[in-house]
């Protein structure tokens, strides 16, 4: 083996080892059509992000389809200002036969002085399926 091909699977094997620690995140932005009439993030929008955040973790982990069936523990600590920055950090907590449970966490940032806080947190049950639309056991892609 070349010394260049050593380099080029040596490369492989970070990434690998990487994308098993890293988390998912996303940045958004809080529009007007996302908020209520206190011109806060509406929860219903924030509960749809953190489901996605929680399916990329889960599909990126099992390669298989994946859809939620439960969600638990949602705290909505703090309310998030029309205008702020999201983000939106997720990750693999307990992986099960079937099914993997994701953790995620939204921040809310101020887009001028940078200050950022926890604003909600929540589990996300995702469970794996196969062609017929059955729970399907888990294996780490
Ligand atoms: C997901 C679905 C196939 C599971 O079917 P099911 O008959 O409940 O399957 P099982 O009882 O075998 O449970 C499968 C896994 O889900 C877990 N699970 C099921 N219900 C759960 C609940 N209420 N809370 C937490 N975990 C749950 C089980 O513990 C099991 O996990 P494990 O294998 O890791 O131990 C079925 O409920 C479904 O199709 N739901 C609709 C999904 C959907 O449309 N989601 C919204 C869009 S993505």
Redesign the pocket.
């Known amino acids: 083996m070349t010394e260049q091909n050593n380099k080029h699977d040596n490369n492989k094997h970070n990434d690998k080892h990487k994308a098993e620690k890293c988390q998912t995140i996303f940045i958004d932005q809080v529009f007007p059509s996302m908020v209520n009439h206190y011109d806060t993030l509406f929860g219903g929008i924030a509960l749809q992000w953190m ?1 996605k955040a929680a ?1 990329v973790i889960c599909t990126r982990y099992a390669r298989k389809t ?5 969600v ?1 523990e949602i705290i909505f600590k703090e309310p998030v200002p029309l205008g702020s920055m999201v983000e939106l950090r997720a990750r693999v907590e307990r ?6 449970t994701a953790f995620v966490e939204t921040y809310c940032e101020n887009p001028l002085t940078g200050k950022s806080k926890l604003a909600t947190t929540g589990m996300f ?1 995702m ?1 794996a ?1 196969d062609k017929d ?3 399907s056991q ?1 294996v780490r892609a």
Not at 66 to 70: D, F, K, L, N, R
Not at 95 to 100: F, L, P
């Open positions: 489901d399916w994946m859809v939620t069936v439960a638990e992986v099960g036969k079937t099914s993997i049950v469970v399926l639309g059955k729970p888990i």
